[in-house]
């Protein structure tokens, strides 16, 4: 099942606007909420140790899902390698998985893309600090499938030395834009001061071989995700650092919090990505990362993580017309995360990264991955959640 849930202030006076409370996990505790149940399926996709999800639709209605296999949320990154399942039967069964990449290092973070003509790419980076310590994140890469991700091409790196000289330290965001002449908007992060990325947009006409043109789209967000809407317009989920908003060190204070005042942001563009507005906060502290899609109905998605209590995945929809976000009005996806106690004392959330798709017949399916067993962390697993958008209210 999925539960709305609709968020109420609670204040004594009406009139006057309550102060806000945050809690240890970074959320406003001033509010109360009304839930409604609503029919869901939920299924395990991938078991452990496996993490960061994303999907890609074939035009038959194909379901492909990607993860990263040995994901640990405990240790360095180790022979990590990205992976697929499919199905065709609307996620009921799956094939066995099918490796995407093959590499001695460690391939993470990779989020498919699919091409007009149903190939796919993924982009992807890699963890280096074992091989190049002074470059540890390296990439972004791209790889091909033309056969429904049966098979797969050698990587080849995109170079971001335009924008990022002082070495490779790029990651694909978590949502790319194909438009409907097959260019390709591919959105990086650098991270060269890692907890104070920059976000880019490059440009390819020849399915991601060269990028003659690129954009900065933010100074002020990394892991981002983005959305082609029915009017051309581009929207924009940039997860921004507490510490640099509203402006790059703007809060020199709030660094040392680290992803604790990590949220989710709004932006568009109008000129096919040359340009964007002002970014504006539409999740609160510790709800992270984001997933940005565009339903058939033209209405936005934010699906999310929540790194605070209730530890979980939400999701909330933009009005139709896309002019503004129905933030008190959230989907409850999954709400059965906690905590998992590093060695060193630090504490992980043990859910998050979802990403969602529209099936043909017009659910929703969110995967992400959540511990099994909260207390091993080999137990990392793909599970996803078939469920139905609210209908749009008169």
């Keep these: 099942?999925?539960?709305?849930?609709?968020?109420?202030?609670?204040?004594?006076?009406?009139?006057?606007?309550?102060?806000?409370?945050?809690?240890?996990?970074?959320?406003?505790?001033?509010?109360?909420?009304?839930?409604?149940?609503?029919?869901?399926?939920?299924?395990?996709?991938?078991?452990?140790?496996?993490?960061?999800?994303?999907?890609?639709?074939?035009?038959?209605?194909?379901?492909?899902?990607?993860?990263?296999?040995?994901?640990?949320?405990?240790?360095?990154?180790?022979?990590?390698?990205?992976?697929?399942?499919?199905?065709?039967?609307?996620?009921?069964?799956?094939?066995?998985?099918?490796?995407?990449?093959?590499?001695?290092h460690n391939d993470r973070e990779g989020y498919l893309i699919r091409l007009p003509d149903d190939s796919l790419l993924l982009c992807y980076m890699r963890v280096m600090a074992h091989t190049d310590p002074k470059r540890p994140w390296q990439g972004p890469y791209?790889?091909?499938?033309?056969?429904?991700?049966?098979?797969?091409?050698?990587?080849?790196?995109?170079?971001?030395?335009?924008?990022?000289?002082?070495?490779?330290?790029?990651?694909?965001?978590?949502?790319?834009?194909?438009?409907?002449?097959?260019?390709?908007l591919l959105f990086v992060s650098t991270y060269e001061d890692p907890p104070a990325p920059y976000n880019y947009v490059?440009?390819?006409?020849?399915?991601?071989?060269?990028?003659?043109?690129?954009?900065?789209?933010?100074?002020?967000?990394?892991?981002?995700?983005?959305?082609?809407?029915?009017?051309?317009?581009?929207?924009?989920?940039?997860?921004?650092?507490?510490?640099?908003?509203?402006?790059?060190?703007?809060?020199p204070e709030l660094r040392v919090k680290s992803e604790g005042v990590h949220f989710m942001a709004a932006t568009r563009s109008s000129d096919g990505g040359k340009t964007w507005s002002r970014a504006e906060p539409i999740t609160g502290y510790n709800e992270i990362p984001g997933h940005l899609m565009c339903l058939k109905d033209g209405r936005l998605l934010l699906s999310f993580g929540v790194r605070h209590y209730p530890l979980g995945i939400q999701a909330f929809f933009s009005s139709p017309d896309r002019s503004t976000w129905l933030t008190n009005n959230?989907?409850?996806?999954?709400?059965?995360?906690?905590?998992?106690?590093?060695?060193?004392?630090?504490?992980?959330?043990?859910?998050?990264?979802?990403?969602?798709a529209q099936l043909p017949s017009g659910e929703l399916f969110t995967a992400y991955y959540r511990l099994a067993d909260p207390f091993d962390a080999a137990t990392c697993q793909i599970e996803a959640v078939r469920w139905q958008a609210p209908a749009i209210k008169e």
């Design 1 to 104: 099942m999925s539960v709305t849930v609709q968020k109420s202030l609670a204040a004594a006076n009406a009139n006057v606007e309550p102060p806000i409370h945050v809690g240890d996990e970074g959320h406003d505790v001033n509010c109360v909420y009304a839930l409604c149940q609503s029919p869901a399926v939920r299924y395990t996709l991938a078991t452990g140790p496996a993490g960061k999800p994303s999907i890609a639709i074939l035009s038959d209605g194909t379901i492909l899902v990607s993860y990263i296999r040995n994901y640990f949320i405990d240790r360095i990154p180790k022979d990590e390698r990205m992976e697929l399942i499919r199905s065709t039967d609307g996620g009921e069964t799956w094939c066995k998985p099918i490796p995407i990449t093959r590499s001695e």
């Design 142 to 184: 791209l790889c091909e499938s033309k056969d429904g991700g049966r098979t797969w091409s050698e990587p080849w790196q995109i170079d971001i030395s335009r924008f990022c000289p002082n070495g490779p330290f790029g990651a694909g965001d978590r949502g790319h834009v194909v438009l409907p002449d097959g260019t390709l």
């Design 202 to 251: 490059m440009i390819s006409r020849d399915r991601g071989r060269t990028f003659p043109e690129y954009y900065q789209v933010s100074d002020q967000s990394g892991d981002s995700s983005f959305a082609l809407c029915p009017d051309g317009t581009i929207a924009g989920a940039l997860r921004i650092n507490g510490d640099n908003f509203p402006h790059r060190g703007a809060h």
């Design 330 to 356: 959230r989907v409850m996806l999954a709400w059965h995360g906690g905590m998992y106690r590093l060695s060193h004392g630090y504490c992980r959330h043990t859910i998050g990264h979802p990403f969602t």
